[in-house]
C-alpha cells in the first residue's frame, strides 16, 4: 500500500532517475545527427564546449562547436522548455478541472494558436514583421482563445468545469474551422501551415528560447506557489472554500497561468499532442497526487520525452524530418489506451 | 444586502438580547435563500449560541442544508444578513472562515489517490501554523478512528471510511466552532454513535457545534439545542424536552409519535400509523373508561387509528396513565388507593359529555371506581354510543359484589355494542353515526 513515507521514497527515486535519464539524453540529442560527423567526433566537441571551444587536435571538425551552439544545442533546450511547459500546463488544467483528461486542446488553447499561427503564415502584409510574426500571433491566439472559453462559460460569475470543457470543445472546433477554411482558401501555403500544426522544434534559435524560457519558468514558480491550493481544488471549489482558499480567483488564475504557459510553448513548436496529458497522468500513478510533487516530476518527464521524441524525429529518416508531433501522438495515443485498459480510475 | 453598515450596526445594538452573557457565534436577520428563482430559505431570524450544541432539524426539503451552507458561505442569501462573531459573514476572508468554522459537508468527491493521512493533512491549509501540523493531524486520524488506515487510499475506502476521513479533514482544522451537514450520512450505528460522542467531547472542550441530523432521537440524545425548520422557516427553537412533542412533530414531520420521557431526554417512537387518509377520526372525540393497564393495548391502537381519546379515570400510577402521558392525550387522573373524590368524577363526567363515542375497557370494578361507569350508562340513555369490551367478561372483574354486572347488563340492554376485542371496538368506535 502507497503510504505517505513510501511516496516520499518513491519521489526521491524518481526524481533522481529522471535528472540522470535528462543529462543522458541531452548528450546523446547533441551528439546524434545528420551533420556528417561520427558519434564519436561529436562528443569530443560537445565535451569541448565545456573547455572553451574550439580544440586544435583535429578530434572533430571545426565547424562542429558551431553547429553544436547554433543547431542541436538550441533544439534541444527548446525540446525540454517546450515539453515541461505542456506538461505542467496539462498537470494544472487536469487539477483545476479535477478531470484527468483536461488539457490545452480540449480548452481550445491549441485552437487559438493555431488559428494565429495560419493568419500569420498567410497573411503577407505580416511578415514584414519579422521571425517573430507567427510566435507572436500564436501567442496572441492561444490567450485570446483561453479568455473566449472562460467568459462563454462563466454565467453569473461562476465557472463550471462542465461548461469549460463544452465551451473549450466549441470554441475549438470553430477557431479549427476558420484554421482550415484559411487554408484551403490560400493553398500556395498549405504545406507550410501543415508542417507548423503537425508541430516540430525545427527552427529552434536561442532567441526564440529567451522569450519562452522566462514565461515557462515564471508559470512553474507560480504553479509550484499554488501547488497546495490545487491539491484543494480537487475535492471542488466549495470544498477548497471550506478549508480555506479563494477557489473562484485562485482557479482563474492558475488557468490564466497555465493557458499563458500552453502559449508560450505552442507559439515556436506547433502544435504538439498527448504530451499535456500524458505526462501528468503517468507521473500521478507513480508519485501521486500531490501536485507539489507532481508538477515537478511531470515538468522533468514532459522535458525528458519530448527531448527523446524530437531526437528520433530528427533522426530516425535522417536527413528527412518526421514532425514531433507524429512521433508523440503515434507512441502516446497507444501508451494512453493501454493505461486505460490497465489501470481504471486515475 | 446592501443595507449601510451603520444601519446594520445599529440594528445589532438593538437586537442583542439583555442579559444575555455571551454574544451569538452565528446570528441570522431576516436570512433568506433564493436557489434557481424559488425562494429555499427565509426569512429565518435566529442565533446559534457560543458554546452551544445545536442541531438543525426538519423534514427534507426544509432547508436545512441550505440553512447551513449559508452559514459556511456556501450559499448567499438573497436578503438579509448573516453575522459572525457579530461581523458581517461576506466580510471575511476564506482563510478566516477556515479558521473559525468547520465544516464537514453532505457531498464529498475526491477521485485522486491521495493517503488518507494527506488528504487529512489538507485541512491544515489555512492554519497557517506548520509546527503543529503533524500532531493535529494524527489527533484527527485518532479521534475519528482513523489512526491505522492513515496510510490507505482514499479511492480505496469503504463510504463509512470515506466519511470518517472527511471528518477527520476538518477535525485537523481545529477550529472553535463545527459546522456539519447530515455526518452520519454512510455510518453504522457503532459509528454514528462514535461520532456523535466525538461532538459531544468536543462540544465539552468549549467548541460551539451545529449539525444538521436526520434522527430525532440522536438529535435529543446528544444536542442541547434543537432548531426545528419546516419549509424554510423556523418551526421551533430550544432544548430537545421542549420541542419534541407529538403535535409539533405532527405538524412539521407529518408523523405521529410517542414521546417517552421517563430518561433525562425525550425518546420519540413512531406510531406505525394505518390512519385513513381523512383526519376526521382525529376530529371524533373517544373517550376511555381506564384503569389498571386494562386500556394500554387499546389506546395504542386508537392512537395508531389516528384518534386521541381522553382517558379516565386512572391513578396517576396506573401504567395506562402512563401510556396517556406518552402519546399527551387528556386524562382524568386521581390519587391512588381511595375512592375517587367528587371533584375528579366531575372533571370526568365533563369530557364524557363531549365525547361522541365512551369506549369501556376491561377494567377490574370494585366499590371505589363504579362512578365512571355509572356516568358511561347515563350517557348510553341519553343516546351516546358507547362501546364495551366484553373480554374477560364482567363477571370475572366484578370485585363490588355484583354492583359492576348490573350496570353492564343495563348498558348492554340500553343499546351499548358488545365488542370481543380491540379491533372491533376501534371500529365500532370508527363507524359513521349512520352505521350506527
Known amino acids: ?346 | 444586502m446592501t443595507a449601510p453598515s451603520d444601519a446594520a450596526a445599529a440594528a445589532g445594538t438593538v437586537a442583542t438580547p439583555v442579559g444575555a452573557a455571551k454574544p451569538p457565534v452565528y446570528e441570522t436577520r431576516a436570512l433568506q435563500v433564493d436557489l434557481g428563482g424559488q425562494r429555499v430559505l427565509g426569512p429565518i431570524d435566529l442565533q446559534i449560541a457560543q458554546g452551544t450544541f445545536a442541531g438543525i432539524l426538519g423534514p427534507n426539503g426544509s432547508g436545512k442544508t441550505t440553512f447551513l451552507r449559508a452559514l459556511t458561505g456556501g450559499v448567499r442569501p438573497s436578503g438579509g444578513e448573516i453575522f459572525l462573531r457579530e461581523r458581517p459573514l461576506r466580510e471575511y476572508r476564506a482563510a478566516e472562515l477556515a479558521r473559525i468554522a468547520g465544516v464537514v459537508p453532505q457531498q464529498f468527491h475526491l477521485d485522486f489517490n491521495f493517503t488518507v493521512e494527506e488528504m487529512v493533512a489538507m485541512g491544515r491549509y489555512a492554519q497557517g501554523a506548520p509546527a503543529a501540523d503533524g500532531e493535529a493531524v494524527a489527533a484527527a486520524l485518532r479521534a475519528t478512528g482513523m489512526t491505522d488506515l492513515a496510510g490507505r487510499l482514499i479511492t480505496g475506502l469503504s463510504g463509512g471510511e470515506r466519511q470518517r476521513a472527511l471528518i477527520a479533514q476538518t477535525l485537523a482544522q481545529q477550529t472553535p466552532v463545527l459546522l456539519l451537514d447530515e455526518p452520519l450520512n454512510n455510518l453504522d450505528l457503532n459509528h454514528q454513535l462514535e461520532i456523535m460522542q466525538l461532538l459531544s467531547r468536543l462540544h465539552g472542550e468549549g467548541r460551539t457545534i451545529a449539525v444538521v441530523l436526520h434522527d430525532l432521537n440522536i438529535a435529543a440524545q446528544y444536542c442541547h439545542e434543537l432548531v426545528l425548520l419546516d419549509r424554510g422557516r423556523l418551526a421551533a427553537q430550544g432544548t430537545p424536552n421542549d420541542i419534541l412533542d407529538p403535535k409539533t412533530i405532527l405538524e412539521v414531520f407529518k408523523v405521529r409519535v410517542a414521546v417517552h420521557r421517563q430518561g433525562p431526554r425525550p425518546y420519540l417512537t413512531p406510531v406505525w400509523s394505518r390512519a385513513p387518509e381523512d383526519t376526521r377520526a382525529v376530529e371524533r372525540r373517544v373517550h376511555v373508561i381506564a384503569g389498571g393497564g386494562a386500556a394500554s393495548g387499546l389506546l395504542e391502537e386508537l392512537v395508531a387509528h389516528g384518534f386521541a381519546p381522553t382517558i379516565g379515570i386512572v391513578s396517576v400510577f396506573d401504567s395506562d396513565y402512563a401510556v396517556a402521558e406518552r402519546y399527551e392525550l387528556d386524562v382524568v387522573s386521581a390519587p391512588p388507593f381511595e375512592p375517587f373524590p367528587p371533584e375528579v368524577v366531575q372533571e370526568f363526567d365533563s369530557l364524557a359529555d363531549e365525547a361522541e363515542v365512551i369506549i369501556v375497557a376491561p377494567v377490574f370494578f370494585g366499590r371505589g371506581n363504579l362512578a365512571p361507569l355509572r356516568t358511561a350508562l347515563q350517557a348510553c340513555r341519553a343516546g351516546k354510543r358507547v362501546v364495551l369490551l366484553t373480554d374477560p367478561p364482567i363477571m370475572e372483574r366484578d370485585l363490588s359484589g355484583g354492583e359492576a354486572c348490573a350496570l353492564v347488563s343495563e348498558l348492554v340492554a340500553s343499546g351499548a355494542i358488545e365488542a370481543a376485542g380491540i379491533a372491533q371496538a376501534v371500529e365500532a368506535a370508527s363507524a359513521t353515526p349512520s352505521q350506527a
Open chain 1, 1 to 346: 500500500m502507497a503510504t505517505g513515507h513510501d511516496r516520499r521514497r518513491t519521489y526521491r527515486l524518481v526524481m533522481a532517475a529522471l535528472v540522470a535519464a535528462l543529462v543522458a539524453a541531452v548528450v546523446t540529442a547533441a551528439v546524434v545527427g545528420a551533420a556528417g560527423m561520427s558519434v564519436g567526433e561529436a562528443f569530443r566537441a560537445f565535451a569541448g564546449l565545456f573547455r572553451g571551444g574550439t580544440d586544435a587536435t583535429g578530434n572533430f571538425p571545426d565547424w562542429a562547436p558551431r553547429l553544436l551552439l547554433n543547431l542541436r544545442l538550441p533544439r534541444i533546450v527548446l525540446a525540454l522548455v517546450v515539453g515541461a511547459a505542456l506538461s505542467t500546463a496539462g498537470a494544472s488544467f487536469q487539477g483545476i478541472f479535477r478531470n484527468p483528461l483536461a488539457e490545452p486542446y480540449l480548452l481550445g488553447v491549441s485552437a487559438g494558436a493555431a488559428l494565429g499561427a495560419t493568419v500569420a503564415i498567410v497573411w503577407k502584409p505580416l511578415t514584414s514583421l519579422g521571425i517573430y510574426t507567427l510566435p507572436l500571433l500564436a501567442f496572441i491566439g492561444a490567450v485570446l482563445a483561453a479568455f473566449l472559453v472562460y467568459r462563454v462559460a462563466t454565467i453569473g460569475g461562476y465557472t463550471s468545469a462542465a461548461s469549460l470543457l463544452l465551451a473549450g470543445v466549441a470554441v475549438g472546433s470553430t477557431l479549427t474551422a476558420i484554421t482550415s477554411f484559411l487554408m484551403v482558401a490560400t493553398e500556395r501555403d498549405l504545406h507550410t501551415v501543415v508542417v507548423w500544426l503537425m508541430g516540430g522544434l525545427t527552427t529552434a534559435t536561442w532567441n526564440k528560447i529567451w522569450i519562452t524560457l522566462p514565461v515557462v519558468v515564471a508559470g512553474f514558480i507560480y504553479m509550484m506557489l499554488m501547488s497546495r491550493r490545487m491539491n484543494l481544488l480537487l475535492m471542488g471549489e466549495e470544498r477548497a472554500r471550506e478549508l480555506g482558499i479563494d477557489s473562484r480567483r485562485t482557479r482563474r488564475n492558475l488557468m490564466v497561468v497555465a493557458s499563458l504557459t500552453t502559449a508560450a510553448a505552442v507559439s515556436f513548436s506547433g502544435l504538439i499532442g498527448f504530451i499535456g496529458l500524458m505526462v501528468p497522468h503517468i507521473m500521478r500513478l507513480i508519485v501521486g497526487p500531490d501536485h507539489r510533487r507532481l508538477l515537478p516530476a511531470t515538468a522533468l518527464f514532459g522535458a525528458l520525452l519530448l527531448l527523446v521524441a524530437d531526437t528520433v524525429a530528427r533522426t530516425a529518416m535522417a536527413p528527412a524530418e518526421i514532425p514531433v508531433g507524429i512521433i508523440t501522438a503515434a507512441t502516446g495515443g497507444p501508451f494512453f489506451l493501454y493505461l486505460l485498459r490497465a489501470r481504471r480510475g486515475v
